[in-house]
């Protein structure tokens, strides 16, 4: 009796261990945003404006979720981390990726879930760092494989998915990465966005972004650009290839995907309707930008895509 006692006791231990930390106070699942330093110019690549509007928006309006943004690259105090049901990463070249693979690693080893923003996919082909985000997230962007080019998606119809819930058709251009490097046969993978690139986005040259014959011999193929993903062993992961651009976060489709994600990937209920948020200002939109703000500026200009984009 006192083995088995002895032995059921290991096996909570053991299972306490794995078991991920996924709320924080209140039963709110918890979501850490954390963001390298933008690169590009202002209003793009900027992942700390972009993270701290959404931890904005989530605490405001996504009750079941207690979100905190780290900028300035991944958190020098571990305790930051402590509790998080959901990573969301923010960086150019994979570098938070690639530079963290140790932490990471345990963190989807305890069922975490982890989302990735843009060129935080761009991980080095046969990497830790590939594996890692292809056992976390189900793909990446590997180069002389998958493509960058800037065009306009027209995503017509969603998938039958939680991250899709109150998801209206709609139409944006941004750096869309496709033909993505995915977990063989796309197991455990849904895709979220999907459309058809235009040729002129598939004809690039051979190269690290701009092409290869593969991508050339798919012309008129509709391609994925952000995906979920369920992981065998548990946990969830979500892969997202836009965001070059920050004004699109104030597109009120994209942005309530995205918040959807974000609820979604932490392992919380996402509405039936989807996590709502009202229209970010312009101003907004403009805050917490690493670049200063150019001298060519015309916030008149986002206003009015602003207008155009949310006319109901």
């Given at each position: 009796m006192k083995q088995t006692l002895m032995a059921f006791l290991g096996i909570v231990v053991v299972w306490a261990l794995a078991a991920p930390a996924t709320e924080s106070g209140e039963g709110k699942r918890k979501i850490v945003f954390v963001a390298?330093?933008?690169?590009?110019?202002?209003?793009?690549?900027?992942?700390?404006?972009?993270?701290?509007?959404?931890?904005?928006?989530l605490n405001e309006n996504a009750p079941n979720v207690e979100a905190v943004a780290v900028t300035g690259g991944w958190p020098k105090d571990a305790a930051a981390l402590d509790g998080a049901a959901a990573i969301v990463l923010g960086s150019d070249g994979g570098g938070l990726v690639h530079q963290n693979l140790a932490a990471l690693e345990k963190l989807v080893r305890r069922g975490v879930g982890l989302a990735c923003i843009h060129y935080t996919l761009d991980v080095p082909k046969g990497s830790k760092a590939a594996q890692?985000?292809?056992d976390a997230i189900g793909g990446?962007?590997?180069?002389?494989?998958?493509?960058?080019?800037?065009?306009?998606?027209?995503?017509?119809?969603?998938?039958?998915?939680?991250?899709?819930?109150?998801v209206k058709p709609f139409k944006i251009g941004d750096?869309?990465?496709?033909?993505?490097?995915?977990?063989?046969?796309?197991?455990?993978?849904t895709p979220i966005l999907t459309a058809v690139p235009p040729d002129s986005a598939k004809k690039g040259g051979d190269g690290a972004h701009s092409g290869n014959p593969t991508v050339r011999s798919r012309l008129g193929l509709p391609?994925?650009?952000?995906?979920?993903y369920e992981r065998p062993g548990g946990g969830r992961g979500f892969g997202f290839t836009g965001g070059h651009t920050h004004w699109n976060w104030g597109h009120d489709q994209m942005r309530k995907l995205l918040l959807n994600a974000f609820v979604w990937v932490a392992g919380?209920?996402?509405?039936?309707?989807?996590?709502?948020?009202?229209?970010?200002?312009?101003?907004?939109?403009?805050?917490?930008?690493?670049?200063?703000?150019?001298?060519?500026?015309?916030?008149?200009?986002?206003?009015?895509?602003?207008?155009?984009?949310?006319?109901r």
């Open positions: 390298a330093a933008g690169s590009h110019g202002f209003g793009h690549h900027a992942y700390k404006a972009m993270f701290l509007l959404y931890a904005k928006l890692l985000l292809l990446y962007y590997e180069q002389h494989w998958s493509v960058n080019p800037t065009w306009e998606a027209d995503f017509k119809e969603f998938p039958k998915h939680p991250i899709a819930n109150g750096e869309w990465y496709f033909h993505m490097r995915f977990v063989e046969d796309m197991k455990g993978v391609e994925h650009v952000a995906w979920a919380a209920e996402v509405p039936a309707d989807g996590v709502p948020s009202p229209t970010p200002t312009v101003d907004e939109l403009a805050a917490n930008q690493e670049s200063p703000t150019p001298n060519d500026w015309k916030p008149e200009s986002l206003q009015k895509m602003l207008e155009r984009w949310n006319q």
